[in-house]
């Protein structure tokens, strides 16, 4: 195809014969309805993509790269609960590095756009590039078309992001993201709250029951909510119970790290709603929820 | 032996010029000035659907007059310039500077080596912390760039459209003060499209296509003001329908290469 930028026209929409071979500024102008920003990535700088630099390194013998031999840190604990008016969802700070806590303040859950959110688990590097990729492919796609991709369209982008990692994952660097969203298209905001799972091949799961949870403690998470979530609570018990479920994870699991009163570090927490959209709950706000858990868990260890 | 047609660069070039400026002044006019509370953009634009403003990256807005099909695909490389940039480098290292040129040398590089030139003209505008730090630049069809302080005209008629914006621009304006005396410019006798009437208009919601950079906003700063929050800042006037505007037709709506 003779490379012809100055005027646009259906010549443009043919297949590439030499995919990669239009570099620098003059691809972007060429690549006419094209509304994905990471196939647009894909196609020209594919170096800058989180599965593209994927391991090369020999599988067998001394060199063998596997998350214990190279300390990458790992994210652990995340929990999503649908309630009556939308989604939270709600991540604990700690990072392992096999028996070593790798960081104590890392946040793993993300605002990927208005009205959407993504809670992280499993080999924090790629998991957190991945994010990065995946909301700006969010926001792309809404200037480009002039408005927000539609719930399920974001849950099965994120489904493609993942099974594109698959060979690194069976290389041990496994990715799990947890997905929270609100569909601005349903009416009812008791039914608008979504939560999708996804396996590590790229499977996506609705989760239609009101809540989940994925990482190293999510059993115990999991355990937790399904005694104490009701989705018919409102915004304030369900941010409490959020935070008990992490705090029932903490305490069985290792490597999911209870609130620190030490230092102040508290769980992240988004709320996402029709009207407010996705928004992160002040500090002030989940320290005063995590002050009371911890004092009643003073008096019935429990909960 | 036949001799091959020869003609001189100086004219191809004056040719192209010339149909590029035909088809830009055919259209309707936009208007993007900065303000006390960040960057405004005013089009006159019929449609809902088909955008001459739209947003770039958290401080980047772009504006465009001439053949949509032409500048709809400069504003979508525009976005992936930007997006790639954002994610290679950093948010912050997206700047209206870089987008700018990267705009010039590929229009530039259009007008001389294509056939038919763009028949499009754009604005880059960045929305700065304080307002001595907002820019605008202007890109015209065949590249040329333009760093404009404080307002662009582009499109249509657009000198009785800049004489007036010139008298009533104030930077120190609010939105409804700096909407008000856009309304007031593209309204003036002689600006509307073909230059058909020689009266003032009245431009109403439905005509128009209006967004901002919003300085007090973190993070992505472009927002569309439609429906009633738009009512309610347009000058009492412009509140109601929009007149019939029989025989007007923009850049858009005619042919390639029409002479009409």
Known sequence: MEFREGIPGPRQFGPEPQPGSQLGHRAAFAALGETSFSNYVAATQPHLLPAARMFDAPRTGASHASPEALGVPHGT???ALQFNEGVVIAGDRRATAGNVIAQRDIEKIFLTDSHSAVGIAGSAGIAIEMVRLYTVELEHYEKIEGVQMSLDGKANRLAGMVRGNLGAAMQGFVVVPLFAGYDVEEPDPAKAGRIVTYDPTGGRYDEWLGYHAVGSGSVFAKSSLKKLHRTTNDL??????????LYDAAD???ATG???????IWPVVVS???PEGAVRRSEDELAAVVEQIVADRAENPGG | MTMPFYSSVDQLLRDRSELARKGISRGRSVVVMSFAGGVLFVAENHSSALNKVSEIYDRIG??????YNEFEGLRTAGIRLADSRGFSYDRRDVTSRWLANTYAQFIGAAFVEQQKPYEAEICLAEVGETQEHDQLYRITYDGSITDEPGYVVMGGSTEPISAKLKDVVDPAHDLAAALAT???SLQVPGAAPGNGTSEARVLGESALEVAVLDRGRPGRAFRRITGPVLRGILPAANRGETADEPEVRGGDDVAAGSTE
Do not use: C, H, N, Y
């Not at chain 2, 772009?62 to 053949?67: L, P, S, T, Y």
């Open chain 1, 236 to 245: 304030t018990t369900t941010i409490r119970t959020a935070v008990e479920a």
């Open chain 1, 272 to 274: 996402i709603t029709g």
């Open chain 1, 258 to 264: 209870g609130p620190d009163l030490v230092r102040k």
């Open chain 1, 252 to 254: 069985d699991d290792t």
């Open chain 2, 182 to 184: 856009a309304l007031e």
């Open chain 2, 62 to 67: 772009f504006a465009a007059v001439g053949r």
């Open chain 1, 77 to 79: 604990t995340i929990v």
